[in-house]
Structures are given as structure tokens and as C-alpha cells.
């Protein structure tokens, strides 16, 4: 919230005038309200690795994170010329490989990683969009210095929380939201609902969307039932679905209807059990064949892991310096790919200093975060990086900005970082927002809401 | 070689299935050694074109409604060149990615021991000699024999027991590869042969795979490790992929039906 002199930061000052304006408890009341209709609404998480399986609240900060108009300008420019970026290299690594050929990007890098899907090599995607939605995970170092943590290309979740967080603040605070001019967050579904409608197989104007869930037992069902019922489209699992006649149909009531664009949040390994994991019972058999002939429409499209792939993060510089002939808006943390060795025995030197990511890991699993690591988990990662050193990454420890947290009735500084959710369809746009994490516990960097995370409303100040 | 090729896979379900779906991988590749002269594949439902990410010609065949069988029928001719097993390097699909490993593929111990003295002489020998020691060195190792194993099994299960099936073989050598550090792709095909006097191992099993290794400068080069040749104009090429999985000739799925009876016939002649 404060800049380097201390002094608050612009978009703050009227934010911190209320705040010594209200008496401490009423903070510490409107936190416990805020408990009860998040249970009431049954926003809950599933944390995975816990024994008792028991769905949890994460926790909810009553202190927005507040952006000004220009902060929001670099953010959301940068987080779209990314997924335009990556949009293009999608494109050109499953058909020519030009960045490869241009030697932009080694080629084992791309092709030798399971991330890559042979399954989307010469996929065609109307509008040749792969990403229609990614999460773009930033975080602020400097007064007007972003770093890009990750690009979520996958199905990444999380958007729910972007509007039942400002749901929930409009209700506790409604003095604040006249007081501030806040970009609205609640027509996400609305702008999703055109960026699906835009990327319908071709020649179909008044497309058939679903959206496409594992099922309740899927820590982020919530959403996927939220989503829909905004939207207005019908909620399916796999078995909801079927391949006839080259086509994507939904069982339906008054029988057969046909589907044509699927914003899925299941995994590419579980989508379609005759071309990826035979075992799994959540996909549509036959998908892919539909989706390969262009009469379904996949949102994310297939094989759009290899773009948020930890070691090919590093090369996003690169894709929009080839395809874009644009300079980076957003930095790029530095990383150290430990398939290297000179990297690796630079790590392997320096693990106190430094963040080790699994590069298939996931929601802060599998992290080691040097600083704030004991001997004993420094030796067992120093263990796991020479077993396979191409498993990891490693990142400098980022001095990521703070933001006032109410903890047990105090306000207290806590790191922060933001995902602003980029949507691509005629156009590539950033909703004027996102999901704000916050680490809950002092000096922490882990913002992942798996490993006690927590969030907060994101206002983004209209100019 | 102008080969006729007559295939039928029959399976009966135990008891009627509701629904079945399958992806055949059941029409020849084009490519520079074989010209599909005709070619039609049939089922009993609804049956439509499309191709895979490795540019496989494949089908998808639906059958809705309670059925006790399905029938896949395939007829058609194919003319053959002998190309001494050498196919172009540029095929549309990079050889880098070949190599990845896969369940069936893995490297364990005992592969890395099976290939090192093959890999400590690759430098003398050179790339083409080494791939056929390491042919050579399956054929002499792990004995075919039919219908020894199941279609579940890993390139290093077949190192162990000592015998396996052509696709065992062509699994074993693609992990052989990934130690020599050459690309190495799964093919499955059919397999022309004189007869059961001619004595090669594939007489009758006319329903083939083996496997295709990447050599620079000359291109993909087939391995059939259970005859320890390359393929000639014998050789009829459907699909290929990283291992059995993605080449398979029919990999379905269907709710009800229990267990299920398959009989396959294959009859390819040369006219």
C-alpha cells in the first residue's frame, strides 16, 4: 500500500482516510459477516493433501487491493500482449514451428516435453485461439515494476472468488463504493459468454454452449456451477455428452441437442478416454475426433499446457519479441532451467536465496522458498534437484509487494499477488480486476489459497 | 508388391452394450512406399473420417442402441515398393518429439544394461549398424511368441520375461533408442508373408507393428525386430505414434456389453 518513502500510494489515499475515519472492532465485525455469507453462499475449497477431506473456506480479506488507472493500464496491456503472444506460438508450434526453425526456442525444449500434445499437431481452432481463457499470476516489486509469475493457459480457476469477493464488499461496504469509482468485475460472465460465442465452429451463428465439469467432487465445482448458471448455458459432466455422426450432442429432456462450444475444465489427460488416459470415466469419448474436424469447439483448446510449461515461461519474452515484434511490457522473472548445469550447480550454491519450482508441480506443491527454508528441507531438495535436475526451476526471491490485512482484529502488512483473468475471442481483453491472494501468514511469499492462502476484493480505479 | 488386404475384427459382447464408440487406425498412411490403389473400411454404425495429430488416417465408428457385436470390416489394395526401409526424414512430424518417453516405453536398469555394450560400440560402427545390432540383439533375446503376452505389456516387462509379440519388440527398441539418444516411432501395419515354410516368424500373424528409427541424413528406417529385418515391399504401413497406444488399430469403448470375445482375420496376398 506504501510506497518506498512510506507515503501511501496514490490509489489508497482516499481508501486510508475512510480507514482512520472507522473504529478498529467495525473492520473485525464486517470480517465476521463476511464469514457468514461466504458460508451461506457455499464458496468452499477442497485443500488437497489434508486427511480430513473436510472443504474449507478460504479465507476473505475485508481490505481491498487497490489499483490506479495507469498501474491497471501496464498490468492488463501486459497480461493481454502475453496471451497474444502465446496465442501465436500455439498456433505455430502445433503446425509450421517457425520459433523452433528460428532456434528462438530450443526444440527439445518444446517437443521432447509431455506438455507438448502430439494430439493437437495440426489442430485448426477458429479464429486460431487456443487460449480463450488464461490467469495470468503478477506481482509488483517496484512502484510501477510487474513481474509475471505464471501463465495459467491450462484451466485456471479461481474467477469466482473475483466476484463474489466484490459481491461481498459492495454489501459490507457500501459507503466505500461511493466514495470510490471501481470498475465493475460483475459482466465477466457476460464478456466470457461472447468470447465462447466468437469462437464457434465456422458457419454456426447461434452456437450451443456448455460448460464442461469434472463433477461436484472437483474442489473448484463451485465455479463451474457459478459460470453457467451466470452465463446462462447448461452445466454437463462427460456423461452428459456424446459423439454421434461427428458431432458433440448433449442429452437432453426433449432429446439429442447438438453442442458446439465446450468451455471444459477438465484436463486434456482426462477429455477424451479413446485418445488420452483410457481409464478415466469424466470425458466424452470420440471428443477429440469432433474437435480435430472443427465441429466442436474446445476453450482452452488442447495441448495449451506447453505454453504455461515452467522452462518454456522463460522464452515468453522471446514469442512476443517473434510474433508480436513488441517489446515486453511485463517482466519476466530471471530463471535458472536446472537441466543446465551451470544453472544447476549455481542453484545447487545458492538455495537460500532462491525459489525451486518442480516444473510440473502445481498450487505451490512441490516449491521450495529458500529464504524462509530450514536445513533440513534444503537438504532434501538438494536430494530431489540431482535425482532429475530437469524437473526444476529456479527463480530469485522476489520482494513482492504488500497490502494491509485484517489478522485476528489488526491490520498488519501481507505480501500480495494479483490474476487478472485475459479473455480471447474476436479481441484479447482483460476484465478490469482479478483475484487478488494474499499470504496469511507473516513474511510469507505462498499466496496459494492450498497453502493458506487467503484473498481480497481487487479494485481497479476508474481514471 | 500389389497386395490385397482382407481384415475383419469381430467382437461379441456377452451380453447387448447400449452405446460402443472406437477410433480405428485401419487406413494406410500415404507415403513413398506404398500407393493405396483401393481401401474401404466398414462397420455397423455410423462411421466418419478424420486424422490424427500424426497424421494418421482414422475413423470413428458409433453404435448406438443394444447391439451384441461389432464388425470391422477392411478391404483393399495397396501397391508396395522396397525402398531398402528408408522413408524420407520430412513427413510433417518433427523427429524430436519421438524422443519422449511413454508407459510402454520407459527406461529401466535393465534396459540401460541390455543396450550399453550395443551403445559402446555405436561411435566404431555407426548409426544404421548400431540400430541393426540392437534389432539383432532383441530378435536374440526376447523370443516371439505368439500370443504370449498381453497388448498391456512394457518394453521392460518383455526385457524380463525373454519373450513377447511384435509390439514387445518394436516397444523395446524404441526404449533402446532413447538410450543410443535416436528418435524411435511405433508402427503398426500388415505384414506380407510366403507362408508358414518360408519360416519367418510373422507367417500367419499378418497383422504386424515394429518400429522406425530417426537417422540423420537418411530419414525414418524400419526395424522389424521379431523377423530382424527392415521393411520391404512386404510391409503395409496404417499408423504411426510414439508406442502401441497411438497406433492402435481399434481402441474402443462402450457402456453395457460385459466382457467381450474377439476374433481377428487377416489375409493379405500378393497377386
Given at each position: 500500500m506504501n510506497g518506498d518513502g512510506g507515503e501511501v500510494r496514490r490509489a489508497y489515499q482516499a481508501y486510508c482516510e475512510w480507514l482512520r475515519s472507522v473504529p478498529p472492532e467495525r473492520l473485525s465485525e464486517k470480517h465476521q459477516q463476511a464469514d457468514i455469507l461466504f458460508r451461506r453462499l457455499g464458496i468452499t475449497f477442497a485443500v488437497h493433501g489434508d486427511d480430513d477431506g473436510v472443504e474449507r473456506?478460504?479465507?476473505?480479506?475485508?481490505?481491498?487491493?487497490?489499483l490506479d488507472p495507469d498501474e491497471w493500464r501496464t498490468v492488463s496491456h501486459g497480461v493481454s500482449q502475453r496471451v497474444r503472444a502465446i496465442n501465436a506460438f500455439l498456433d505455430d508450434i502445433y503446425h509450421e514451428q517457425e520459433i523452433l526453425k528460428a532456434g528462438r526456442i530450443p526444440s527439445t525444449l518444446v517437443l521432447n516435453n509431455p506438455a507438448f500434445r502430439p494430439e493437437a499437431l495440426g489442430l485448426d481452432v477458429p479464429r486460431r485461439v487456443y487460449v480463450h481463457v488464461a490467469g495470468v499470476d503478477v506481482v509488483r516489486v517496484g512502484p510501477d515494476e510487474f513481474y509475471v509469475l505464471e501463465d495459467n493457459c491450462r484451466v485456471p480457476s479461481g474467477v469466482s472468488y473475483m466476484m463474489e469477493n466484490r459481491e461481498t464488499m459492495m454489501r459490507l461496504f457500501p459507503d466505500l463504493f461511493s466514495q470510490h469509482r471501481v470498475a465493475p468485475v460483475n459482466h465477466y460472465p457476460e464478456v466470457l459468454l461472447r468470447t465462447l460465442r466468437a469462437v464457434a465452429p465456422p458457419g454456426v451463428s447461434d452456437p450451443t454452449i456448455v460448460v464442461l465439469t469434472p463433477g461436484h467432487f472437483n474442489s473448484a465445482y463451485f465455479e463451474h456451477a457459478f459460470l453457467a448458471r451466470e452465463m446462462g448455458v447448461e452445466l454437463v459432466e462427460g456423461q452428459d455428452l456424446f459423439v454421434d455422426d461427428n458431432t458433440v450432442f448433449m442429452r437432453t429432456t426433449e432429446g439429442p441437442q447438438r453442442v458446439h462450444v465446450i468451455y471444459r475444465r477438465i484436463d486434456d489427460d482426462f477429455i477424451d478416454p479413446l485418445a488420452f488416459n483410457a481409464y478415466s470415466t469424466l470425458g466424452v469419448p470420440?471428443?477429440?475426433?469432433?474437435?480435430?474436424?472443427?465441429?466442436?469447439?474446445?476453450?482452452?483448446?488442447?495441448?495449451?499446457?506447453?505454453?504455461?510449461?515452467?522452462?518454456?515461461?522463460?522464452?515468453?519474452p522471446d514469442m512476443i519479441a517473434f510474433y508480436l515484434g513488441e517489446k515486453p511490457i511485463l517482466n519476466n522473472v530471471p530463471t535458472y532451467a536446472l537441466r543446465n548445469p551451470d544453472d544447476c550447480a549455481y542453484v545447487l550454491d545458492h538455495l537460500e536465496e532462491l525459489v525451486v519450482k518442480e516444473v510440473a508441480g502445481a498450487g505451490g506443491y512441490g516449491m521450495l522458498v529458500g529464504p524462509f527454508s530450514t536445513a533440513e528441507q534444503r537438504s532434501a531438495f538438494r536430494t530431489k534437484i540431482l535425482a532429475s535436475p530437469e524437473s526444476f526451476i529456479a527463480q530469485p526471491t522476489l520482494k513482492l509487494s504488500t497490502c494491509p490485512t485484517l489478522i485476528n482484529g489488526e491490520l498488519v502488512s501481507r505480501h500480495v499477488d494479483l490474476r487478472p483473468y485475459v479473455l480471447t475471442g474476436e479481441t484479447t481483453t482483460a476484465v478490469p480486476g482479478g483475484l487478488t491472494r494474499v499470504a496469511l501468514r507473516d513474511g510469507s511469499l505462498v499466496v496459494n489459497s492450498s497453502q493458506g492462502g487467503g484473498t481480497k476484493d481487487t479494485w481497479v480505479l476508474e481514471g | 508388391m500389389k497386395l490385397t488386404i482382407a481384415h475383419e475384427t469381430h467382437y461379441r459382447f456377452e451380453e447387448p452394450a447400449r452405446h460402443s464408440i472406437?477410433?480405428?487406425?485401419?487406413?494406410?498412411?500415404?507415403?513413398?512406399?506404398?500407393?493405396?490403389?483401393?481401401?474401404?473400411?466398414?462397420?455397423?454404425?455410423k462411421l466418419r473420417s478424420w486424422t490424427d495429430g500424426f497424421g494418421n488416417l482414422a475413423?470413428?465408428?458409433?453404435?448406438?442402441?443394444?447391439?451384441?457385436?461389432?464388425?470391422?470390416?477392411?478391404?483393399?489394395?495397396?501397391?508396395?515398393?522396397?525402398?531398402?526401409?528408408?522413408?524420407?526424414?520430412?513427413?510433417?512430424?518433427?523427429?524430436?518429439?519421438?524422443?519422449?518417453?511413454?508407459r510402454y516405453t520407459r527406461l529401466d536398469d535393465g534396459i540401460r544394461e541390455f543396450v550399453a555394450p550395443i551403445a559402446e560400440r555405436a561411435s566404431d560402427e555407426g548409426q544404421v549398424a548400431t540400430l541393426h545390432n540392437l534389432m539383432w540383439a532383441i530378435r536374440d533375446r526376447v523370443a516371439y511368441q505368439s500370443g504370449s503376452t498381453h497388448v498391456h505389456g512394457t518394453a521392460g516387462e518383455a526385457l524380463t520375461h525373454g519373450y513377447g509379440v511384435c509390439q514387445d519388440h518394436a516397444h523395446l527398441f524404441i526404449a533402446g533408442c532413447r538410450v543410443l539418444g535416436l528418435p524411435a516411432r511405433y508402427v503398426s501395419g500388415y505384414l506380407f508373408s510366403e507362408?508358414?515354410?518360408?519360416?519367418?516368424?510373422?507367417?500367419?500373424?499378418?497383422?504386424?507393428?515394429?518400429?522406425?528409427?530417426?537417422?540423420?541424413?537418411?530419414?525414418?528406417?524400419?526395424?522389424d525386430a521379431s523377423n530382424g529385418v527392415c521393411a520391404t515391399d512386404a510391409y503395409v504401413r496404417l499408423a504411426v505414434a510414439m508406442d502401441y497406444e497411438g497406433a492402435c488399430p481399434v481402441r474402443g469403448i462402450r457402456r453395457g456389453g460385459g466382457l467381450e470375445e474377439m476374433t481377428v482375420r487377416v489375409q493379405v496376398l500378393n497377386e
Open positions: 473456506l478460504i479465507p476473505f480479506d475485508v481490505v481491498p487491493r487497490i470420440g471428443l477429440l475426433s469432433v474437435a480435430r474436424n472443427g465441429r466442436v469447439t474446445l476453450a482452452n483448446a488442447v495441448g495449451t499446457g506447453i505454453a504455461d510449461d515452467k522452462a518454456v515461461y522463460a522464452y515468453v | 472406437q477410433y480405428l487406425r485401419l487406413t494406410p498412411r500415404p507415403d513413398h512406399a506404398q500407393l493405396v490403389r483401393s481401401w474401404t473400411v466398414s462397420t455397423p454404425g475413423h470413428v465408428s458409433v453404435q448406438d442402441g443394444l447391439h451384441e457385436e461389432v464388425a470391422v470390416l477392411v478391404r483393399g489394395e495397396v501397391e508396395t515398393m522396397d525402398t531398402t526401409g528408408v522413408l524420407p526424414p520430412h513427413d510433417g512430424l518433427p523427429p524430436l518429439m519421438f524422443l519422449r518417453e511413454t507362408g508358414e515354410e518360408a519360416g519367418e516368424v510373422g507367417a500367419g500373424v499378418a497383422s504386424h507393428a515394429w518400429a522406425e528409427a530417426y537417422v540423420e541424413d537418411l530419414g525414418w528406417v524400419s526395424f
